[in-house]
C-alpha cells in the first residue's frame, strides 16, 4: 500500500467500523446462555392465556350459579314468609265466616254479632302485631309530619294548637317503617275572635 493511503483518515475511520452484514451472518449457536428459543416462549404464552381463559370462565360460571341461586332462595324466603303471615290471618278469617253465618241466621243477635266482631278485629290485630305491624293512632299527641297526614284544622277548646283532633285513618309502620301515615285533623286552638 502507498503510504499515503494508510494515513488517510478516511481510510483508517472505515476500517474501524464493524461490517453490519458480517455481524448479521453470525452462527446460531453463539446466542446468550438464559434467552430460549422464540417457539418455546411463544408456547408458554398460549398455555398461561389457556390456563387464565379456562379461570376466567369458571368464575364467570360461578358467578352466574351464584346469582341463580340467590334469587332462587330469595324467593322461597318470601314465599315462607308470606306463607307463615297468612297462617296466622286463617283463625281469623274462619272467625269472621262464623260470624257472617251467625249474621245471617233470622233470630241474630245485635249486641252478640258486635262483640263476635271486635273480637275477630282484636285478633287479627294480634296476628299482624305479631309480625311487626304497628298501628299509629296519635289522638292528642303532636303533630309529626314523619308519622301524620293533615286534612285539616279545626277549632278546639280542649286539645292544643297543632295536635291532633281526631284520627280519620289509622296509620300502620312495619317494623318501624311507615307504611301508612295516619290521616288526622288537628287543633287550631280556642277559635279566634274576629
Known amino acids: 500500500m502507498p503510504e499515503s493511503e494508510s494515513?488517510?483518515?478516511l481510510n483508517n475511520a472505515t476500517a474501524a467500523q464493524p461490517d453490519p452484514l458480517a455481524a448479521a451472518t453470525t452462527p446460531?449457536?453463539?446466542?446468550?446462555?438464559e434467552?430460549?428459543?422464540?417457539?418455546?416462549?411463544?408456547?408458554?404464552?398460549?398455555?398461561?392465556?389457556?390456563?387464565n381463559y379456562d379461570k376466567f370462565m369458571r368464575a364467570v360460571a360461578d358467578l352466574e350459579n351464584f346469582r341463580r341461586r340467590t334469587?332462587?332462595?330469595?324467593?322461597?324466603?318470601r314465599q315462607l314468609a308470606t306463607s307463615r303471615v297468612l297462617e296466622d290471618l286463617l283463625p281469623a278469617l274462619d272467625n269472621l265466616a262464623l260470624g257472617l253465618a251467625a249474621a245471617k241466621q233470622p233470630n241474630a243477635d245485635?249486641?252478640?254479632?258486635?262483640?263476635?266482631?271486635?273480637?275477630v278485629?282484636?285478633?287479627?290485630?294480634?296476628?299482624?302485631?305479631?309480625?311487626?305491624?304497628?298501628?299509629?293512632?296519635?289522638?292528642?299527641?303532636?303533630?309529626?309530619?314523619?308519622?301524620?297526614?293533615s286534612l285539616?284544622?279545626?277549632a278546639s277548646v280542649e286539645v292544643k294548637e297543632e295536635h291532633v283532633l281526631t284520627v280519620v285513618r289509622t296509620g300502620y309502620s312495619l317494623n318501624g317503617r311507615l307504611l301508612r301515615p295516619a290521616a288526622v285533623v288537628l287543633s287550631s286552638g280556642p277559635e279566634k275572635k274576629a
Open 121 to 149: 278485629l282484636a285478633q287479627l290485630r294480634g296476628a299482624l302485631a305479631n309480625h311487626g305491624l304497628k298501628e299509629i293512632n296519635p289522638a292528642g299527641q303532636a303533630f309529626d309530619p314523619h308519622q301524620h297526614e
Open 71 to 77: 334469587v332462587r332462595e330469595k324467593d322461597e324466603l
Open 28 to 33: 446460531a449457536d453463539a446466542k446468550p446462555a
Open 7 to 9: 494515513n488517510d483518515p
Open 110 to 119: 245485635l249486641k252478640s254479632l258486635t262483640g263476635g266482631i271486635d273480637m
Open 152 to 154: 285539616s284544622h279545626q
Open 35 to 51: 434467552a430460549q428459543p422464540m417457539p418455546d416462549l411463544l408456547a408458554v404464552a398460549k398455555a398461561e392465556a389457556a390456563a
